[in-house]
């Protein structure tokens, strides 16, 4: 994929991607597509010439468990049926428990950071290793941005990153507003991230904006690009020409003038940053001492269990409540589960739309009680119908109209699942014979 400007592509400003000039490429969530049925405006956009790039957010390649062979045969599936030169992820955990931990599986339904210790980055690794032989284009890593800090963290984010790639070969997705994300939150300084950066590896840049409250920067993707942001964007450009470069936007869409207008700006920075000069980049800063391999199938599986105990201990105490793990900063965790608890929201009521109808303004309030001591485990559907039940237990709504519209909606909602696609072979198989 050459240079060129794209754009996150979503359902609700399609036809305003369509319409813009100068789009070399667009960017879709791969959870979001079916392969045999692909929306009409990304087939129009592929006839055209535009590249479409899959992106991934539910592997969870940072998390302790191998990725899911399903997951990776799926994310496959569309890559393929978009004819993508390259598949993207993140490196993030966004489950935890089960096996590895005998406790029951919690769903963060987000992207969460992972420790940046030699552990982790060994676990890291055989991941990305398993999923690029499940993938049949390259595959690529982007940067997360983050509200709380990892204790006893052993290399800056620089180091690990360039650690990865040495040790699996993979590309790089650099977000430059997640850079500036962290650097408000976590105090990392994004001109020493690129320093350490193999910038080689880099195979296209996010541009995207937020907003801060009480001094916590959150990438929202619902609010303009922020200066800050377009200056690490002409930081990056200023060492290495980025292969594209790609607008996000994921809420609160604006009208297609103003992301027109934010797509100008990227390119007036692109245009106006100081050339990468010709020359080799310098040697990449001595990394601490450390194997330079994996370590041994016993030494993973060790690092393993080890991750798997730090992640379900973080994610129990952001979903469940439970108390905080050694050496995390409280008050930011409590920032990071209400962002947790808010997005989940969110999502119910894009899943369960009726909800906020029935609930009214009442809605988020319920459903931050809700959320506090009861963690996501059977996905956004069964979210919505426990959520309904905690309420009706709990005799709530107090009016009883709505308390009965509440009732009727689980009971029509609480029905069977339809069947999956092994039980519907079994009764074809059956009804033949």
Not at 7 to 28: K, T
Not at 322 to 330: I, K, L, N, R, S
Not at 375 to 388: C, E, I, N, T, V
Request: charged letters at 25%.
């Amino acid at each position: 994929m050459g240079i060129g400007i794209g754009i996150g592509w979503r359902p609700e400003i399609a036809q305003a991607v369509e319409s813009f000039d100068g789009i070399d490429w667009v960017e879709a969530v791969a959870e979001n597509l079916c392969p045999g049925h692909l929306p009409d405006s990304l087939v129009r956009l592929r006839e055209r010439g535009v590249t479409v790039v899959p992106h991934g957010v539910s592997l969870g390649l940072g998390g302790a468990e191998a990725p899911d062979a399903s997951r990776l045969a799926e994310l496959a599936a569309r890559a393929e049926a978009l004819g993508s030169p390259l598949v993207t992820e993140h490196i993030a955990f966004v489950r935890a428990g089960g096996a590895l931990t005998a406790s029951p599986r919690l769903e963060a339904g987000h992207l969460l950071p992972v420790p940046r210790t030699w552990d982790a980055l060994r676990v890291l690794c055989e991941n990305v290793r398993i999923a690029q032989d499940a993938l049949p284009v390259p595959l690529a890593l982007e940067n997360i941005a983050a509200l709380i800090n990892w204790p006893d963290d052993e290399l800056t984010e620089g180091q690990f990153l360039a650690e990865l790639v040495e040790r699996t070969g993979v590309g790089l997705l650099i977000d430059v507003a997640n850079l500036h994300t962290n650097r408000v939150n976590r105090g990392e300084d994004p001109a020493k991230v690129l320093d350490g950066l193999p910038l080689e590896a880099i195979a296209y840049v996010h541009v995207a904006g937020g907003v801060e409250r009480e001094g916590v920067w959150h990438d929202t993707h619902a609010h303009p690009v922020p200066r800050p942001v377009l200056d690490i964007l002409a930081e990056l450009a200023s060492r290495v020409t980025p292969p594209g470069v790609l607008l996000e936007r994921d809420e609160a869409f604006p009208p297609a003038a103003e992301l027109a207008g934010e797509l100008g700006a990227i390119r007036a920075t692109l245009a106006s940053a100081k050339p990468p000069a010709p020359a080799p980049a310098p040697p990449l800063s001595p990394s601490p001492a450390a194997p330079k391999t994996p370590g041994a199938p016993a030494d993973a599986g060790r690092s393993r269990e080890r991750l798997a105990l730090a992640q379900t201990a973080l994610l129990s105490s952001l979903t469940a409540g439970t108390p905080a793990p050694a050496g995390f900063d409280g008050p930011r965790l409590r920032v990071q589960a209400r962002a947790l608890a808010t997005k989940r929201a969110d999502v119910v009521a894009k899943v369960a739309p009726e909800l906020p109808r029935i609930l009214g303004d009442g809605y988020r309030e319920a459903f931050a009680a809700y959320a506090k001591s009861r963690p996501l485990r059977g996905g956004y559907r069964q979210d919505a119908l426990d959520f309904a039940r905690f309420l009706l237990d709990a005799g709530l709504p107090a009016d009883a109209p709505a308390r009965r519209a509440l009732a009727r909606w689980r009971k029509e909602r609480a029905g069977a699942r339809p069947p999956g696609r092994a039980a519907r072979l079994l009764r074809t198989l059956t009804r033949a014979a």
